[in-house]
């Protein structure tokens, strides 16, 4: 942990996953950091979608057997809330200055100065996606539907409305619908038989916990943001990019990844799936994950990586729920140099 200055405090409590939650104060107020595993392997920074935290967001992939043998054998997981989006958050102050983009990416910045951080991955998710591509100190970025142009005049004027939803009226049931939509797919969304998934009433519930002006805060930033389009040019690093075909932002995602080196950068599309591809269907990242991370030198635990007890690997090309080309595995994708690839993940519905 790096050394702790007057600007910098910390509140420690025990969580049910076993890591730290960490309040460091940074130039740009307080942000919450759950800190899990040993913080002498190397380091991999969360940042999740608007009016969501790394229990909403991220939870359905780290619960993955597989990806937990890949991502906590392998790292020290550093989950960054938005401001005031922690469990059990208060409302901030009016009297705080609302925060642009920018100012929640230098958030990112110190919290990494604090623990002695120099070079990280990131996974983000839509518009935590976006803040940490604004982030510099980056070896390789995992991106989850992720967002890079300006708003569109449609997003601007849609979000305008969730924001006076929020203001005035709080986290109600058309706004967590709105949300809902923005998060999963119709066909999760949906149900024959009328009763919701597990995946959607728990999302519920703690969307409820949300304080609603926090989340108004947040939105308001998303809603100014910059076009980078022309940073994406000179992105050096290693990327990642799952696309949800149901997501709202699929077409912004898959335009993302044509302005990326190509020698740098893969795009993986999982269908029938909304935004939220880490909870929605977090198996499907499963094998890219490997894939990717192998380039950087990182395997799974042997333990995990053995064939399961039917004889199938669940994150293999061949088990149920995913479809990977081979390409996947070519040299160029597992070294230096990943392949300007578009693989379409097939779920079983």
């Given at each position: 942990?790096g050394?702790?200055?007057?600007?910098?405090?910390?509140?420690?409590?025990l969580i049910p996953?076993g890591?730290?939650?960490?309040t460091?104060?940074?130039?740009?107020?307080?942000?919450?950091?759950?800190?899990?595993?040993d913080?002498?392997?190397?380091?991999l920074i969360?940042?999740?979608?608007?009016a969501?935290?790394?229990v909403?967001?991220?939870?359905?992939l780290?619960?993955?057997?597989?990806?937990a043998?890949l991502l906590l054998h392998n790292?020290?997981?550093?989950?960054?809330?938005?401001?005031g989006?922690e469990?059990?958050?208060?409302?901030?102050?009016s009297?705080?200055?609302?925060?642009?983009?920018?100012?929640?990416?230098?958030?990112?910045?110190?919290?990494?100065?604090?623990?002695?951080l120099?070079?990280v991955?990131?996974?983000?998710?839509?518009?935590?996606a976006?803040?940490?591509?604004?982030?510099a100190?980056?070896?390789?970025?995992?991106?989850?539907?992720?967002?890079?142009?300006?708003?569109s005049w449609?997003e601007w004027?849609?979000?305008k409305?969730l924001?006076?939803l929020?203001y005035?009226y709080?986290?109600?049931s058309l706004?967590?619908?709105?949300?809902?939509?923005?998060y999963?797919?119709?066909?999760l969304?949906g149900?024959?038989?009328?009763a919701?998934?597990d995946?959607?009433?728990?999302c519920?519930?703690?969307?409820?916990?949300?304080?609603?002006?926090?989340?108004?805060?947040?939105?308001?930033?998303?809603?100014?943001?910059h076009?980078?389009?022309?940073g994406l040019?000179n992105?050096?690093?290693?990327?990642l990019?799952?696309?949800?075909?149901s997501?709202?932002?699929?077409?912004?995602s898959?335009?993302?990844?044509?302005?990326?080196?190509?020698?740098i950068?893969?795009l993986v599309?999982?269908?029938?799936c909304?935004?939220?591809?880490t909870?929605e269907h977090p198996?499907s990242m499963i094998f890219p994950?490997?894939c990717?991370?192998?380039?950087?030198?990182?395997q799974?635990q042997?333990?995990?990586?053995?064939?399961?007890?039917?004889g199938s690997?669940?994150?293999?090309?061949?088990g149920?729920?995913?479809?990977i080309a081979?390409e996947?595995?070519?040299?160029?994708?597992?070294?230096i140099k990943?392949?300007?690839?578009?693989?379409r993940?097939d779920v079983?519905?």
């Amino acid at each position: 942990m790096g050394e702790s200055s007057d600007s910098v405090s910390i509140d420690i409590d025990l969580i049910p996953l076993g890591g730290k939650e960490l309040t460091v104060k940074t130039s740009k107020g307080s942000v919450s950091v759950l800190v899990c595993g040993d913080q002498e392997k190397p380091a991999l920074i969360t940042y999740p979608d608007v009016a969501l935290n790394y229990v909403s967001c991220f939870q359905g992939l780290l619960f993955c057997p597989e990806a937990a043998s890949l991502l906590l054998h392998n790292f020290c997981i550093y989950h960054i809330d938005a401001p005031g989006h922690e469990l059990g958050a208060d409302v901030i102050s009016s009297d705080e200055p609302l925060l642009c983009v920018d100012d929640l990416a230098d958030q990112v910045a110190e919290v990494l100065d604090f623990f002695g951080l120099k070079e990280v991955l990131c996974l983000g998710v839509t518009a935590g996606a976006y803040i940490l591509t604004l982030f510099a100190r980056v070896l390789g970025l995992i991106l989850v539907t992720p967002i890079c142009r300006a708003p569109s005049w449609a997003e601007w004027l849609y979000n305008k409305v969730l924001m006076n939803l929020l203001y005035f009226y709080g986290m109600c049931s058309l706004l967590k619908e709105c949300l809902l939509q923005r998060y999963f797919s119709k066909e999760l969304r949906g149900s024959v038989q009328g009763a919701e998934s597990d995946i959607i009433l728990t999302c519920r519930r703690l969307l409820d916990e949300r304080q609603s002006l926090n989340v108004m805060r947040f939105l308001q930033a998303i809603n100014v943001r910059h076009d980078l389009t022309e940073g994406l040019k000179n992105l050096q690093c290693k990327t990642l990019i799952f696309a949800g075909e149901s997501s709202p932002f699929h077409a912004e995602s898959v335009y993302m990844s044509t302005k990326i080196d190509r020698k740098i950068c893969a795009l993986v599309e999982v269908q029938a799936c909304g935004s939220l591809v880490t909870e929605e269907h977090p198996n499907s990242m499963i094998f890219p994950l490997e894939c990717f991370l192998m380039g950087f030198g990182y395997q799974r635990q042997q333990y995990f990586a053995s064939s399961s007890s039917n004889g199938s690997n669940p994150a293999s090309p061949s088990g149920n729920h995913s479809c990977i080309a081979p390409e996947l595995l070519s040299p160029a994708s597992l070294g230096i140099k990943l392949k300007p690839i578009r693989t379409r993940i097939d779920v079983e519905i």
